[in-house]
């Protein structure tokens, strides 16, 4: 893998990693039991536009400690390396850097929202204030 020149490079660059999901596999996904909805947006985001009922709120600086099923410091739903994880921030673009450092855990079913919450928000899906 070359070294990519700038983000957007790199945000190709780890998309290729993982298969990507839409607002509406992610909610189906969610509704089955089959993955869990992490919202890493910060408070601001969340205060002013909302949140995903169900969604797992962690900031972004503390993802990887608790979502480690190894680690000291997860929480209850991180039980295995298998966990299907959707990370959602607020268009698309810093969840997909989270996805991948969650992959580098052995998280290997990890995944991103493509367009994020506000995604979510336009395809109608659920939002409490």
């Not at 957007?8 to 909805?37: K, M």
């Not at 410091?73 to 039980?79: G, L, Q, S």
Request: hydrophobic share 45%.
């Amino acid at each position: 893998m070359s070294t990519p020149t700038g983000i957007d490079e790199l945000l190709e660059q780890v998309r290729r990693g993982y298969e990507r999901t839409d607002a509406r596999a992610a909610h189906a996904a969610a509704e089955a039991g089959d993955a869990l909805l992490v919202d890493i947006r910060y408070a601001a985001l969340r205060d002013k536009d909302g949140l995903i009922p169900g969604a797992l709120v962690i900031e972004r600086n503390e993802l990887e400690w608790r979502l480690d099923p190894r680690g000291s410091h997860r929480v209850p739903e991180a039980t295995s390396h298998d966990l299907r994880v959707v990370v959602i921030c607020n268009e698309g673009y810093a969840s997909s850097l989270a996805a991948a450092s969650l992959h580098q855990l052995g998280l290997h079913r990890a995944t991103d929202l493509i367009g994020g919450f506000q995604a979510w928000r336009a395809s109608g899906l659920p939002v409490i204030a």
